[in-house]
């Protein structure tokens, strides 16, 4: 009776409790003491909360935690450019514990003299989306075409005024785009971002603005914003019946496609298995329909490029506007003090 | 939930109520849309009120928004009258943001079209206002006064251009290349230089006696809420409006609803300065009433009204919504529901406000020996929080250590902030409107003289230098005096 009342009992409790062990012990085993990722990673985010580079993080870490099977704990590290945040990163260990979540940036921190970090002692994980400029005018301005902008800028020179967000900004190398290739020049304002310019630009303060997509969708959609020209090679969704800069003036090819880009790094010396595992669980999330379709609302364009593309995508990109920086006087060290060659004619 | 949160974020110098809405995005990134909302707007209400409490009790402003609530909340405290300090600026808090959400139900497109039309020069024209504020602040000495918001213009300076991108008195160090952050100076110059001074003091007695005040006295009657109702009414409107334009928040609306108050109340409860109560009234209400102001834009146009509300139009592209001025037409629900969380905000932060005040004043009456130690601690780690950044400790300490002397030598510490805060402001906007008119400066005033927003503007900001302008009785009385002069002569 007692011998089979013990039996009953040890059954009832001990063989589950044996079972969930093992099991746990199996779940466990292949990713035991050696295995990345054994613990949470950090993600640091070179600009501040609400922003396009916080909000393309924010929005792709849960989708990659699906294939680490572990939390990327995010926080925001903002100054000097993003370049704080950059030089935390190379402070730890190249263990793959932490990431860096950055925009462009740093591929200028070396013209502009803002930091010696550079893109060069990072390991691209992946390059998630890249965003397309546009030129905006409001509703009910006269340019239909960039063209008619450019010729009355021909004829007004300096006139014309421009939303800016100061040297570097996409406003300002979309402006130096055209000064290098139709030698117009405008009357340029700067102000805080791209949203505070548009900001002016809706109140009639400024008179045109060179911002991403994403940024003037809503506007646009609205009917209070117009664009006069996508500074890219072909039309976008989002505006089909407007003209790409390359098709309306062939001569913009030798700088397009350009758009500033987000993406994810480790310093470079981390294992390659642990960049392995990262560039594993980050392509399917960045290609996931979750994550392109936010990027579609947000008005870029899905890039997804890891390893040896990554790099060759910046190095690009960073020929483009150091040199465009250079030739309209907005750097304060030469392209050729850091090797970066001028943009190859196409 | 989120107003208690928010009360206790907005308590706390250094954890800014942009800080926690951000950090509220990421939390409730996997929550439906509309609690994470209701959680971020309850945490907006609740910071931007909860920053007066600190500035009440220890001086120490919790949110910038709150730098105008001090000046006349602290005496306040000192004259053991902290309950009633509070209590004034929870229900002003309350009225303001009901006041507010009115404006954004009622006049919501129509405030925002108005807002877009502000350009830079009517910003400068703005800030000088809120800069003008400094010949009325400094309540010894003007020279004193007026050295420590030069210094503080010059601090605010420090950094990246942002016209060429060149550094301003870097000295070629790219630590400063960021610029000096003002939360830092801030912390530095009201939290910790308080620490060393009273730390100078210890000993030598004169620790005012807070006594707890009794329920009864921490509600105000609704005879002193009646009374303070047109003021609370005016300030709203400039909180509003102040709030809804895209490049001033809550911390502008505040100081010039203090100046407005200080230039139109003709018999404030006590000197301003000195714990009138009215100094109270005038702030607490302009911030609360620049939260309505601020989600005007925003709901609108998808434009931010400040900070936070750049804050929270991320958090709505992140929950897949498209904030813009197609929001509203194409989600009315959405806006519905909005404006009634912010409702209940406001509710809650009335009934929590005024249960939690008994065990907040109590924080005066604690012995200075741990209080002082808090502190330090407070501004350490707020001031580590807003970027992750030692040098924002380093640079708050040395603020403390200035802050010490400036006291000592009784140099005011409050210009010195606003110069940090509105500096860069008036500099940028001046220099934008000058580049728009190619630096021509006859161009420059013809469109202040032509335009009728910056013409009133600046007819505000020119009779904010007149001293007085004599009263309407006192001429009243010159005339009645002059017929009497000349019956004299003539008899």
Known sequence: ??????????????????????????????????????????????????????????????????????????????????????????????????????????????VLDISPRTFDEFEPINLFARSIPVVVVRRDAKWRYLTELIQEAKSHPGQIKAGSTGPGGLPFVVGAMMTAVSGVRFNSIPFDGEGPGMTALLGGHVDFMAVGLAAAAEHIRAERLRVIAVVDLAPVDIVPATPALGQMMPEYRAYLPWGPFYGAWVKKGTPAPAVRRLVDAFRPAVASEDFTEFIGLMGSTPLNLSGEEAVRFVKQWQSVTAWLLHDAKATQKSPEQFGIPRPARR | ???????????????????????????????????????????????????????????????????????????????????????????????????????????????????????????????????????????????????????????????????????????????????????????????????????????????????????????????????????????????????????????????????????????????????????????????????????????????????????????LFIHGLRPGPLLMVEMPDLFWFIAWSYALANVFLLIFGLMAVRPFVKLVNVNKKILMPMITLISVVGTYAIQSNIYDVFWMIGFGILGYFMKLGDYPVGPMVLGVILGPLADINFRRAIISVHGNIPAFLWEIVSNPISLILAIMLITAFIPRLPSAASLRGRLRRLPRLGRKEGA
């Not at chain 2, 009646?226 to 001033?248: D, E, K, Q, Y």
């Open chain 2, 1 to 315: 939930m989120g107003v208690v949160a928010g009360i206790v974020v907005g308590a706390v110098p250094g954890l800014s109520v942009t800080m926690a809405t951000a950090l509220l995005v990421s939390m409730t990134y996997a929550w439906d849309t509309k609690p994470a909302l209701a959680m971020m707007l309850g945490v907006y209400a609740g910071g931007v009120y909860g920053g007066s409490r600190s500035a009440i009790l220890i001086n120490i402003p919790g949110a910038p928004a709150a730098i105008a609530t001090g000046f006349d909340g602290y005496p306040l405290a000192q004259r053991g009258e902290a309950g009633v300090a509070i209590g004034v600026a929870t229900v002003q808090s309350f009225i303001g943001g009901v006041l507010g959400l009115v404006a954004l139900v009622v006049a919501g497109p129509l405030i925002s079209e108005f807002a877009l039309k502000f350009a830079p020069r009517d910003y400068f024209l703005l800030v000088a206002m809120g800069l003008s504020l400094v010949s009325r602040l400094g309540a010894r000495s003007m020279p004193r006064a007026l050295i420590a918001a030069a210094g503080g213009v010059l601090v605010g300076l420090v950094g990246m251009d942002p016209v060429t991108g060149e550094g301003r008195f870097t000295f070629g160090l790219p630590l400063l290349i960021g610029g000096v952050h003002y939360i830092a100076v801030l912390i530095g110059l009201f939290g910790l230089s308080e620490v060393f001074y009273q730390l100078g003091r210890i000993g030598r007695g004169a620790v005012p006696q807070v006594t707890i005040p009794e329920v009864g006295r921490i509600l105000p009657s609704w005879s002193f809420v009646l009374r303070f109702l047109p003021l609370s009414l005016r300030t709203s409107v400039l909180g509003i409006i102040v709030g809804a334009l895209p490049g001033t928040g809550g911390e502008i609306a505040a100081l010039l609803a203090y100046d407005h108050a200080k230039r139109t109340v003709r018999k404030p409860t006590r000197p301003f300065g000195q714990g009138a109560i009215e100094g109270v009234v005038a702030p607490e209400t302009a911030n609360n009433a620049a939260i309505g102001g601020a989600l005007i834009p925003m709901l609108t146009l998808g434009i931010p009204g400040d900070a936070v509300t750049a804050v929270l139009i991320g958090a």
């Open chain 1, 1 to 110: 009776m007692h011998a089979t009342t013990a039996s009953r009992l040890l059954r009832v409790f001990l063989v589950p409790a044996l079972v969930i062990t093992l099991a746990w012990g199996v779940a466990i085993g292949p990713s035991g003491a050696q295995v990345y990722p054994e613990r949470s990673i950090t993600g640091i985010i070179q600009w501040g909360a609400g922003g396009a580079t916080d909000r393309v993080s924010r929005r792709v870490a849960p989708l990659a935690e699906r294939g680490l099977g572990q939390r990327i704990v995010l926080s925001n590290m903002t100054g000097a450019t993003g370049a704080v945040a950059m030089q935390y990163v190379f402070d730890q260990r190249a263990d793959g514990y932490t990431l860096l979540l950055a925009a462009e940036n740093p591929a200028l921190y070396g």
